[in-house]
């Protein structure tokens, strides 16, 4: 093992990068230059996360007989190394869209019991559901984001301690259903579940509208657990966005999704057109733009696929991808 003199073996649901940083604590490493030192490795920002990655592959290289226990902590890319898709996590086939890479997610409890999870390598998730803790993204000091190997010693190079801050039992509702479903090994459920994120408008860029992106993920998760409090929130919140828009414009974003909770949430919607009480109502100063899908278009207005491209190319209307804008609608309508 040359000069290595602590291997780490994988804890449970342990993230791989909290592997790698407490192979780097156990050999005296307290910052990224002293760890580059030890292994010759540049570019330790990099995401550190599949059994192919090079700083992985020194350890491996290294560890004799024992590489193996070492090597099942981390994930297996299911694309050639280097091109972005999918990896294999518990067993369970995680979309790439679902990957957080480059900056990522820092609980400090996880990291105060050296035992980071594989859920905050899900880019989907905001807390921890082990601690019911928000997740740190940057310093709140200077503003650096955090990579894998930053705050080894749980503060930031420029002092600041890292203290993640409490949520509740609900913030952390779809972080449950992910981790239960990766315990599964559900495959299949993410699948559906990115499906459905991308019929509810989710937004994966993370400079989007943070609360909208929870009430979409949220909503997704209700309808994958058959829950109706996260959709008819979920309702509630398109209403408030876009009161401009005609409430069947908004229920065509569910309608065509075939699960019974679905239909029971549209149905109370129609008839009690009420405010959830736990959601308070968005403020927003200019009407956002309202946007469907090409399938959710040609439901609501009654025209043919042939129909409504017909009708796009008459206007000379771009759209972009297959998503039209607002105005788009309101023609097709009364075309
Ligand atoms: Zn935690
Ligand atoms: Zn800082």
């Known amino acids: 093992m040359d000069d290595m003199i602590f291997l780490p073996y994988p804890l449970e649901e342990e993230s791989p990068s909290s592997i790698l940083k407490r192979f780097a604590l156990g050999h005296g490493c307290e910052c990224p230059a002293q760890l580059q030192d030890f292994t010759f490795m540049i570019n330790l920002n990099k995401s550190e996360m599949t059994i192919c990655s090079p700083l992985v592959q020194w350890i491996a290289a290294r560890a004799g007989r024992d590489a193996q226990r070492f090597l099942a ?24 869209k679902f990957i957080r890479r480059g900056p990522v997610a820092f609980c400090s409890q996880c990291w105060d019991e050296r035992h980071e999870r594989y859920i905050k390598d899900i880019s989907l998730t905001e807390c921890c559901p082990y601690h019911h803790r928000r997740y740190i993204h940057e310093c709140p000091a200077c503003h650096h984001k955090l990579y894998w190997i930053s705050a080894l ?18 913030d952390v509702y779809s972080e449950r259903y992910l981790l239960e479903t990766i315990r599964n090994q559900d495959s299949s459920a993410l699948s559906k579940l990115k499906m459905l994120l991308l019929e509810l408008g989710y937004c994966y860029n993370r400079g ?3 609360e909208e992106r929870k009430v979409v993920l949220n909503a997704a998760a209700g309808i994958m657990r058959g829950q109706r409090q996260y959709i008819d929130e979920y309702l509630h919140y398109q209403t408030k966005k876009y009161p401009h828009i005609p409430l069947s414009y908004i229920q065509a974003k569910l309608r065509h999704i075939n699960e019974p909770v679905i239909k029971t949430s549209l149905e109370q919607f129609r008839m009690d057109h009420t405010p959830a009480p736990s959601l308070p109502a968005p403020s927003f100063v200019d009407p ?13 207005s009654r025209h043919s696929m042939k ?14 991808g297959t998503v039209y804008a607002r105005y788009l609608i309101d023609i097709l309508c009364h075309y």
């Open 153 to 170: 010693n749980g503060r930031c190079a420029c002092g600041h301690v890292f203290v993640s801050e409490a949520c509740s039992d609900d």
């Open 73 to 96: 902590g981390f994930y297996i890319p299911l694309v050639r190394e280097g091109k972005h898709g999918p990896f294999e996590i518990n067993g369970t086939i995680v979309p790439s």
């Open 208 to 210: 989007g509208d943070s």
């Open 307 to 320: 129909e409504l491209k017909n009708c796009q190319r008459t206007l000379d209307f771009h759209g972009q």
């Open 288 to 300: 956002p733009e309202f946007e469907l899908s090409r399938a959710q278009l040609v439901r609501i």
